[in-house]
C-alpha cells in the first residue's frame, strides 16, 4: 500500500517537474520593427509640406495609413517563424509605427518577409478586434473587405470638391488582388529594422500617376496599378 | 390607525416589488441555453455560418436581441434594424418597396427577409457582404440607412449602464467593441431559422397537402426548382429574373460590384419560405403580390433581353396551373417561426 501511496507521490512531483520544464522561461530581446515616413529623401509631414510627383503636381498628404501583416522571419537554417497577425501603421499615430514583438528568438534572420494588405482569410472572418476592428476606418461595408493603404492628401491639379485626392486601396479576389509581398534582408543580427516608407513611390514605380487624371480611387479601378506601385516603397535603412 | 398606515404601504411596496420583477422575468421574453441551441433541420445542408468563432449564448442572444430592436444604432436614434426587418414579415418590411432610413430617407432595395441566414455564402441583393458577421455595418453606416458609424455606437453604448450590465453578462467583463457587437447580433439573426412551414410537415409526412397543392409542388419543381432549389429555395446565385430596369433607380445589382458584364443587373436568388408575408416582391418591390409575380414569369414577351435563359423553361402558365403555383407558394409558410417568441421585441409588452 505504502510502495502505491510513494510511486504516486513520485510521479505527481514528476509531473509538477515536468509542466515546469515545458515552458522554459525565454530571455530573448524583443524585436522591433520601425517604420519611417519619407516622402523622397524629406521626412513625410502631414497637411503643411508641398511635395511634387513625377510630373510635377504639387500635392500634400492628409492621411497615411497601411496595413502590415503575415510577418515571416528566415534564418540562414531555414527555420521560420511566422507572426501571423496584422498591424495597421497610421502616419498620425506615433506608437502605430513601432512593432515590437516577443517570442522571437535571438537569432540571425537572413531576411524579413510580410505582405501589405490582410491576406484573404482575415478579409472572410467576420467580426474582429485591434487591427482589424473595422472601427479603424479600414474596412468596406458595401463590398466586405479591408481597405490595405490609405493616402489622401490635396492638389491644385484635382478637380474634386476640395482639390482632394483620395486613394483607398483593397480587394483580396483576382484579378483585383492588392495583396503585395515584401521581402527585406536585414542582414546583420540586430533585434531593431528600420524601415523607410517613400509615399512618393505610390505616385511612381513603375507607373507614374497622375494626380489630375486619377483622383480618387476606392474600387477596382487602378488598384492594382497602386498596389504595384506600394509594393516598391518599402526600403531598410 | 398608525399601524393600520404602515401595514398598507408594506403591502403596497410587497406588490410593486413582485409586480416589478413580473415585468422582468416575463416567461415570454426569457432565453435560456435551451433557445439557443443550434438544431439542424433534418434534410437541410451544412450551415455555412457555423458559429464556432461566436459559441451560442443566451446571454449574448439576450443582449443581440436588444441591439436588433435598439434605435440607438441610428445617428438620431429613431431607426432599428427591428424597424425594417419586421418578425410578422420574416423580418422583411411588410408592404414596402423600398427601405427606409433616417430623416425619412428611401432607400433603393426592398428589405429583404432574414431567415436561414446561416446557410448563406454573402448578403444582400449584390452579395457584396461576405460574413454574416460584417453585415450589419452596412446597414449602420449607410447614410441613407441608419447613418452612423461604429466609433459613435460603440461610444453610446459604453455610456448606457444598461449595455455595460449586458455586456458584463454576456461576456464577462465590461469591454465593449465592435467584435461584440456584431457577433451579438449574428447570434440573434443566424438563429432565425424556418424550418417548421406546411410544405416541411408534408416532406416529412406530417401534414397533407390537397390536390391544387400538389400539382403546384410538381408545377413548381418543373419551373422554378433550378433557381428555387429546396430546402432553402435558393441557390444563392446572382441572375437577371427578367424584369426590366428601373430608370429611376438605375440598380445595376451585382455589376455595380464586379464590373463584370455577365453579372450587370442580376441579384441574388430571394429564398421563398415565408414568401406570403415578404411583400412587396423583386429587389425594388415592384410587384405587389404573388399574382403579380406569377404572371410575370408566365409573361415571357414582357421580359427584359438579357434575363436569364433560364426563364425560357417557364413557358406560358395556364390560369389553373398559375392557380396552383400560388396555392404551393403559401404552404411555405411558417407560423411556428413567424410567431417565435424568442424573435418577439422585448420593448413591446405582450401578454
Known sequence: MKKIIHSFLYMAILWVAMSFSAKPERNDQPFTILFHHYAGNEILKLDSVNYKNELGQ????????????????????????????????????????????????????????????VD??????????????????????????????????KSPFCKTPGNFFEYHIGGYKQPSNCIRKVSLQPGQKSRTVNIKVNVLEILKTPTTIDLEKIPTVNDHRNATTIADNYSNMFELI | MKYKLIYTLFIL????????????EN??????????????PKGFPKPIYTFKKNKLKADIFILGRKLFY?????????????SCHQRIAAFAHIDHKLSHGIYAKIGTRNVPALQNLIWKDSYMWDGGVNNLEVQPIHPI?????????????????????????????????????SERVLKSLAQFTGLMITSNSRYDKYIRKQDTFSITEKNGLTLFRAKCETCHKEPLFTDNSYRNNGIKLDSSLNDFGRGRLTEIEKDYRTFKVPGLRNVERTYPYMHDGRF??????????????????????????????????????????????DKEFLLDRRFADPNMVQY
Open chain 1, 58 to 117: 504639387t500635392f500634400t498628404v492628409s492621411k497615411f495609413k497601411y496595413y502590415i501583416s503575415n510577418l515571416h522571419f528566415k534564418n540562414a537554417a531555414g527555420k521560420d517563424v511566422f507572426v501571423n497577425e496584422s498591424f495597421l501603421i497610421n502616419e498620425d499615430e506615433e506608437d502605430s509605427k513601432k512593432i515590437v514583438l516577443k517570442n522571437i528568438p535571438e537569432e540571425n534572420y537572413i531576411s524579413v518577409d510580410f505582405i501589405i494588405g
Open chain 1, 120 to 153: 484573404s482569410l482575415h478579409n472572410c472572418s467576420g467580426a474582429q478586434s485591434g487591427a482589424l476592428d473595422p472601427i479603424n476606418g479600414m474596412f468596406w461595408a458595401w463590398n466586405s473587405g479591408y481597405i490595405f493603404l490609405k493616402l489622401e492628401g
Open chain 2, 288 to 333: 405587389k403580390n404573388l399574382k403579380e409575380v406569377i404572371d410575370h414569369y408566365s409573361n415571357a414577351a414582357s421580359h427584359d433581353l438579357n434575363s436569364d435563359t433560364i426563364l425560357k423553361k417557364i413557358g406560358v402558365l395556364t390560369a389553373e396551373e398559375k392557380k396552383e403555383l400560388h396555392a404551393f407558394l403559401l404552404t411555405l409558410t
Open chain 2, 70 to 82: 435598439d434605435n440607438i444604432l441610428s445617428k438620431d436614434n429613431t431607426v432599428s434594424c427591428g
Open chain 2, 141 to 177: 453606416t449607410n447614410p441613407i440607412e441608419m447613418d452612423e458609424t461604429l466609433e459613435n455606437v460603440i461610444l453610446k453604448l459604453k455610456r448606457d449602464s444598461n449595455y455595460v450590465k449586458l455586456f458584463k453578462k454576456a461576456y464577462k467583463d465590461t469591454l465593449i467593441n
Open chain 2, 27 to 40: 416567461p415570454y421574453f426569457k432565453i435560456t441555453s435551451k433557445d439557443v441551441k443550434l438544431k439542424i
Open chain 2, 13 to 24: 411596496i410587497i406588490v410593486f416589488l413582485i409586480g416589478n420583477s413580473f415585468i422582468i
